[in-house]
T-cell receptor
Framework: DTGVSQDPRHKITKRGQNVTFRCDPISEHNRLYWYRQTLGQGPEFLTYFQNEAQLEKSRLLSDRFSAERPKGSFSTLEIQRTEQGDSAMYLC????????????FGEGSWLTVV | AQKVTQAQTEISVVEKEDVTLDCVYETRDTTYYLFWYKQPPSGELVFLIRRNSFDEQNEISGRYSWNFQKSTSSFNFTITASQVVDSAVYFCALSEGEAAGNKLTFGGGTRVLVKP
């Protein structure tokens, strides 16, 4: 059983460019989450999916951010017109649908906007 | 609103010393779940333990132990006989329950530095 995998692990982009991150969850997990973590802070919730349905989006997720999970398997997180404030680590996680179920995280995708 | 507070931002110890990490939480839910994760320099969040609100038994796993006290809304974590490999950032987190998709609210983390 492989864990949650994310790609790319590191991305450096110029301000104003678009970037896309991909997440492959643990295969039997129905729920998929995206979190953002800046240096010295704890992860902050962005959005989550149950199968292909996006059930909640944080107010942190501005209009420039969009996430999809088209077939209920992998997910993508796209950031349009990147800004320097978008520099962070983007963490993907997955879990099964049960109360209090453990959420397993990937290694994260580091984004640096220059 | 849910809140998790880790008052210690950084703890430095010498190898073989014990270290205790504090975690205090706030929630209005009667059923909730608490977690600890470890984040080594590589960045991945590694799951350590899950505890539900109805189980106040302390737990020990090797050199790790957890003390859950509902009366004080605390879920503290102790590393006994610390080793250099324990150096990492440790996060306490609170699950918001099934209706909120079980998403986690994290504390700010405590960086542990174990010196040889």
């Amino acid at each position: 059983d492989t864990g949650v995998s994310q790609d790319p692990r590191h991305k450096i982009t110029k301000r104003g460019q678009n970037v896309t991150f991909r997440c492959d969850p643990i295969s039997e997990h129905n729920r998929l989450y995206w979190y953002r973590q800046t240096l010295g802070q704890g992860p902050e919730f962005l959005t989550y999916f149950q199968n292909e349905a996006q059930l909640e989006k944080s107010r942190l997720l501005s209009d420039r951010f969009s996430a999809e999970r088209p077939k209920g398997s992998f997910s993508t997180l796209e950031i349009q017109r990147t800004e320097q404030g978008d520099s962070a680590m983007y963490l993907c996680a997955s879990s099964q649908v049960e109360p209090g179920n453990t959420i397993y995280f990937g290694e994260g995708s580091w984004l640096t906007v220059v | 609103a849910q809140k998790v507070t880790q008052a210690q931002t950084e703890i430095s110890v010498v190898e073989k010393e014990d270290v205790t990490l504090d975690c205090v939480y706030e929630t209005r839910d009667t059923t909730y779940y608490l977690f600890w994760y470890k984040q080594p320099p590589s960045g991945e969040l590694v799951f350590l333990i899950r505890r539900n609100s109805f189980d106040e038994q302390n737990e020990i796993s090797g050199r790790y132990s957890w003390n859950f006290q509902k009366s004080t809304s605390s879920f503290n974590f102790t590393i006994t006989a610390s080793q250099v490999v324990d150096s990492a950032v440790y996060f306490c987190a609170l699950s918001e329950g099934e209706a909120a998709g079980n998403k986690l609210t994290f504390g700010g983390g405590t960086r542990v530095l174990v010196k040889p």
